[in-house]
């Protein structure tokens, strides 16, 4: 396998596993929404919480987390940008 | 004054520009004491805001292609994070969002989490290749990598549609703010904005845009975030509300419990002159409804929201402007957490604003009061003589209940600080935010409709020999016709038929969605796969949005249609998607599978580093 196509299987697992994250955040959990405004957290319904701030912080977390990921994929591979400026 | 260049002293200079803006609303403060009247502070928020955004547009004035069309690629990350940021959060978003969530409560917020989580598909399947592949435009992208110009005039086709619909609703949003701040009628309001806009966008493009939309991002956070503080700590909801309006959260629920949510029948409304536009609260704020459709239902328009936000074009092409792939992937996440900042303080104000209506024991409280107390209220006054506000006394007991106090969704952001008691300044302020998150969106949208009717249609289709000086003139000259035709819409006040800006997220996921996704992760994806797709996802999703909206079912049909699966209006790109996915895979498996040119085109499009697929000028 030559290393542009290790790269891209290596770039596609990884963009599973951030959709798999994702779909976790913004559709999973708010199937069971019910059972989950049944418990709370830092005193608000849980299903409310994650709806009003939750899913929209753990977007933002996974997003870096994602993007240094990513850059680190470059790395071993030998794809990484020079910074320009 | 600054050494080195105009990217490396970005810092500096917004940083001197935010203090400057402080020192603005200090300012107004002080004009407030020493007696200036609040009609004037408005004026003057808005007048003010909207010249240093006219004079950043003239000072970024340019005549070269690529500084025009992708503001010369050289957008730090954070700060392209901001803009994009800007151009994300409509008018409708910085007004009426808080209001959703107030009168909608969880059901509502399925949007906060759309218009967020499609942040992640942006970053993961789209932001990083588009940037790579170095266009200039989305339809830049269909054209080049499917070929030809059919499919590239399908993109524009459906980028029309999409942003159109966007942008007057935003034109006619600047134009009721307009017209609220300076006290103009809103016909002139909306040529007021579509002025403003122009002057931001038209003589630097995107450079233009994207140094605007920085400075607009700083006016209309800080214009969000400064009275949802102020008011939690008046009315003792906390310092930082973001994590402590647990027990208000569970106070509103009592509440809800002891004035009882009642829904009011259509007629009783209309006996009692409800004006349009205005609603009540019927549904509660925290709990999640119960039984299978109402979860299908918050699940499928995130879903589309999501997927809607990963295609509309005016936000994937600020990633185009970053120096490389790699800025392009960091942008987005720093453009969601800018978003995040405001997205997650609207569920807050909703809350606040909600308790300082609801709570009896506040001074605030006018639910369970006397009607006849209420009405002599100030605020309650002025906003009752402009129809934002209506009172209907239903079982004529004399005292207000939940269900007949009547609002219109905006209030919640515009008249909260001064219900909560805050001085007149922080109203003022409010008003130039609104006004920078409209201007903001409509400048994005603008310009990506104008850029690509200039760059696909004119440029690449019509006259490929045009040189600089004149495919810039056609730019311009476009962007002029399109603004003037969005403000010439809004000025009938369509919007009402036009419905929701919903649309442009479904119209966008219809027909751009899957050709972008497959154009990089699928190299089978042909031309032919790609017209096919294009065209009838957007022309299903059209044909079901006249189908199930009543005020078009009922002319065209002859009757109201009921929603196939609870795919209504607000979800039609739930139909058109999947239909331009299927016939695109269906059809490029039918077809000749791509030449040997255009796959290593892809191939090269998946690698962050090396030549970018089209030339720095183009």
Known sequence: MSNKDAYWNKTKNHMIVTLVLWAFFSLVIFMFGSELNTMSFLGYPLAYYMTAQGSLLAFVVMLFWTANKQEKIDEEHGYSEREED | MFKGNFIQNLPKIYGTYTGGFFVFIILMAIAEQAGVSAKNIGVMFVAFTVLIYAMIGYLSRTIQVDAYYVAGRQVPTVFNGMATAADWMSGASFVALAGGVYFGGYTYMAFLVGWTGGYVLVATLMAPYLRKFGCYTVPDFIGTRYGGNLVRACSVFVLFIASFTYVTAQINATGTIASRALGIPFEAGVWVGLISILICSMLGGMRAVTWTQVAQYIVLIVAYLIPVFWISNKVGGGVFPHLMLGDEVARLGELEQQFGLVKNSAADMKAAGVPGGLKYISGSHSGVPEGGMAVWKYLSLAICMMVGTASLPHILMRYFTTPTVRAARKSVAWS???????????????????????????????????????????????????????????????????????????????????????????????????????????????????????????????????????????????????????????????????????????????????????????????????????????????????????????????????????????????????????????????????????????????????????????
């Open chain 2, 336 to 618: 969601l957490f800018f978003i995040f900042l405001l997205y997650s303080s609207a569920p807050m104000l909703a809350t606040l604003s909600k308790l300082a209506l609801m709570d009896p024991n506040l001074p605030t409280g006018i639910i369970g009061k006397s009607i006849s107390d209420v009405q002599s209220i100030e605020w309650v006054q002025r906003w009752s003589e402009v129809k934002q506000v209506f009172i209907a006394d239903f079982n004529g007991d004399g005292i207000l209940q939940l269900n007949e106090w009547f609002m219109r969704g905006d209030v919640v952001v515009l008249a909260t600080p001064e219900v909560a008691g805050l001085p007149f300044v922080i109203s003022g302020l409010v008003f130039a935010g609104g006004m920078a998150a409209a201007m903001s969106t409509a400048d994005g949208l603008v310009l990506a409709i104008s850029n690509a009717l200039s760059h696909d249609i004119y440029y690449k289709i019509i006259d490929p020999k045009a040189d600089t000086a004149k495919r810039l003139l056609v730019a311009r000259v476009l962007l002029v016709i399109i603004g003037a035709a969005g403000a010439y819409i809004a000025s009938f006040r369509l919007t009402s038929i036009l419905g929701s800006v919903a649309w442009a997220f479904d119209f966008a996921m219809s027909g751009l969605f899957f050709p972008l996704v497959l154009g990089v992760w699928w190299k089978r994806a042909t031309r032919a796969g790609a017209i096919a797709g294009i065209m009838t996802g957007i022309l299903s999703g059209l044909f079901y949005l006249l189908w199930v909206y009543p005020k078009f079912s009922v002319p065209i049909f002859g009757g109201v249609n009921t929603p196939f699966l609870g795919i209504d209006h607000l979800r039609f790109g739930l139909i058109g998607a999947p239909v331009c996915l299927v016939v695109m895979v269906v059809v490029s498996l039918m077809t000749k599978e791509p030449d040997a040119a255009t796959q290593k085109m892809v191939d090269d499009t998946r690698i962050p580093t090396g030549k970018a697929i089209l030339g720095r000028q183009h």
